[in-house]
């Protein structure tokens, strides 16, 4: 580990990845994770008080929880020299997950077209566009693809809820997309 000074800032930085194991700060869960998934690499910044551990693992597109938890691991063993997953995991409070795919397809508009079913009680959907940018965001990507579920229904009648719910919104063209081993897939939903 070496001290490295950025303007007013100074932290602790482990350089060489494979460092001595970090010393427990507390028995609290005080670590923040951040996790920024990229077309090749995937990142893994892990933040411990003054702390600032950094890894990186290949990306694999066909299962992205593969190189989140391969990250995971790395991070681990460069914390405490040895895999302790579980251990890094009961301590930490946050994890944040960004991925640079998501973002360029929220950015320049592009992707399916999505569909919103959403509970009922107070929820309006102009709580979810507070501003300009957020309601251009929203009209974007769901635009009137929306269905209202009665969150107070239970077993068979809340699965007609749904079903009518889904063939609703496919009707208006959303999409649904699910991840295989042989890659993302992207279909359009179908009537039950």
Request: glycine share 2%; no cysteine; proline share 5%.
């Given at each position: 580990m070496t001290l490295e000074t950025s303007g007013e800032l100074s932290r602790l930085v482990n350089v060489d990845k494979g460092g001595a194991p970090a010393e427990e700060t507390s028995g609290e869960a005080n670590r923040l994770i951040n996790i920024d998934n990229g077309g090749t690499l995937t990142d893994i910044c892990v933040i411990d008080g003054a702390r600032v551990y950094r890894t990186k693992t290949i990306t694999t597109p066909h299962d992205l929880s593969k190189c989140l938890f391969d990250g995971l691991r790395k991070a681990?063993?460069?914390?405490?020299?040895?895999?302790d997953l579980p251990r890094l995991l009961l301590t930490t409070r946050y994890i944040r997950y960004s991925t640079t795919q998501g973002t360029n397809a929220l950015v320049e508009r592009k992707g399916p077209r999505l569909g919103l079913i959403f509970g009922g009680g107070n929820m309006d959907?102009?709580?979810?566009?507070?501003d300009a940018n957020a309601s251009t965001l929203f009209t974007a990507l769901i635009g009137?693809?929306?269905?209202?579920?009665?969150?107070?229904?239970?077993?068979?009648?809340?699965?007609?809820?749904?079903?009518?719910?889904?063939?609703i919104l496919a009707a208006q063209g959303a999409i649904a997309s699910s991840s295989h081993s042989r890659g993302l897939r992207v279909n359009p939903l179908k009537r039950i």
């Open positions: 681990s063993r460069i914390i405490y020299g040895e895999e959907l102009r709580s979810l566009q507070p009137e693809r929306t269905q209202r579920i009665d969150p107070t229904l239970v077993a068979n009648a809340l699965t007609t809820e749904a079903v009518r719910a889904v063939n």
